[in-house]
């Protein structure tokens, strides 16, 4: 995630909030949200969708561009375009367009999550309620705490789930002669044995890990559940940012500077430079073993506190021309053979959204065959550490101060 422009936008943000909020679009297509499928799947039939999404993963783009693209042309006649873009691209393209009265946007659907959800939805970016409309939502359960609520926010049918997962940690077993690290008082006393060797990244996943820092120091892995709570957040991110300074001349490069993107992250570990790792579909290990990246000797593991789980999700926004086409491409997403095909080891191995014993014996069948691991964890192992993502706008403050209270100092 581009930090810079995430900090940059938070001030737009609010003004826009007090500008834009009570704008409507004026072809809203409401229609759609009641109309018989039938009808919906005739009106995306040859249209053209935008869908603006992180391209930040060789398996998630082969995934859409030699599996997605394919299908929805064959099934649909639908032509599906990908421009590359996630939360401050798509909070500024939603602004600057109702800052010019743009009715028909360049954008049809969008991957989002988290703060994204909670920023679209105070400028009224997002158009629906939908997701109730795809016949393929019936084979989700909305009652799932880590699937119905996003950042503590009901998702209220404005957003259809597309994976959910659990953030982890990782390392490699042939560099470390003892346990890794799973606490923030391990962690002190590993980074001033190995010096250098661990770092926390200045992206969406860097801020992630703060979380599970953050309430550990609160006294537990629901310390941070329910709504946002200024005095809560500037207590505990101040003993975060004391934790965090106290000890980073122990991390990467000294702590005099923090990787920005979980490529250069990804990079460090595979060239031994990084001893410690995490992220989120319980830590991105397996794909990365199979395509040369990591070890084989990498290993995953939770953090004791617990770590976060969620979902993320497909939106349309308000101006989007293609409605309809979106809302086809979307139910095709959670159909069980795009959600099967993502699961797979030569698609994203990622967990599916749907629930298992809403699909067919054969189904069940290949989604348990599909869903076993070579070497990362699986979300079953990990069910005991998950921990609810807290509210939005701890997330947007984190990025916010780690800047100010730790690279800048």
């Known amino acids: 995630m581009n930090n810079h422009k995430l900090n940059i936008l938070i001030g737009l943000f609010f003004i826009a909030i007090i500008s834009n909020c009570n704008q ?102 997002l158009w629906g309620p ?48 003892t346990a890794p690290p799973a606490s923030l008082e391990e962690l002190t006393a590993y980074v001033k044995a190995n010096p250098g060797t661990f770092t926390i990244s200045n992206d969406f996943t860097g801020m992630t890990l703060l979380k599970s820092f953050m309430a550990e120091l609160g006294g537990g892995s629901k310390s941070l559940d329910g709504a946002f709570d200024e005095e809560k957040y ?23 500077t923090f990787p920005n993107e979980q490529s250069k992250m990804n990079q460090l570990y595979a060239i031994g430079e990084l001893n410690i790792l995490y992220g989120f579909g319980e830590g ?15 290993v995953g593991y939770p953090w004791k506190n617990g770590t976060v789980k969620n979902s993320n999700y497909l939106g349309i926004l308000h101006n989007a021309p293609q409605k309809a086409g979106a809302m086809q491409v979307i139910n095709f997403l959670l159909s069980p053979e795009a959600q099967l095909k993502k699961a797979s080891k030569d ?28 070497y990362g964890p699986t979300m079953e192992e990990l069910k005991d550490y998950a921990m609810a993502e807290p509210a939005a706008q701890y997330m947007i403050r984190l990025f916010e101060d780690f800047r100010t209270e730790v690279i800048e100092k």
């Open 24 to 125: 409507e679009p004026k072809e809203d297509k409401e229609y759609l949200k009641t109309a018989p499928w039938e009808q919906i799947s005739k009106e995306a039939e040859g249209t053209t969708v935008n869908f603006m999404m992180w391209q930040g993963s060789t398996a998630i783009n082969n995934y859409i561009n030699n599996f997605v693209i394919p299908e929805v042309k064959e099934r649909y006649n639908i032509d599906l375009k990908i421009s590359s873009g996630q939360g401050p691209e798509i909070v500024q393209l939603v602004m600057s367009e109702r800052d010019a009265s743009i009715d028909q946007g360049q954008v049809d659907m969008v991957w989002i999550n988290g703060e994204t959800f909670f920023q679209l939805r105070q400028v009224k970016g």
């Open 130 to 177: 939908f997701v109730e409309q795809l016949p393929n939502a019936k084979l989700v359960n909305f009652n799932d705490p880590y699937i119905g609520m996003d950042f503590q926010q009901p998702v209220g049918y404005m957003e259809a789930p597309w994976t959910v997962s659990q953030f982890a940690m990782l390392y490699d077993s042939t560099r470390l002669n």
């Open 234 to 256: 500037n207590e505990l991110s101040s003993k975060l940012w004391e934790y965090i300074n106290t000890n980073k001349k122990y991390f990467w490069k000294n702590g005099e």
């Open 284 to 298: 991105g290990i397996e794909n990365k073993v199979n395509n040369g990246l990591y070890p084989k000797s990498t």
């Open 347 to 374: 698609g994203m191995d990622s967990n599916t959204i749907l629930e298992i014993d809403r699909l067919t014996p054969e189904m069940q069948a290949k989604f348990k065959e599909a869903m076993q691991r070579d």
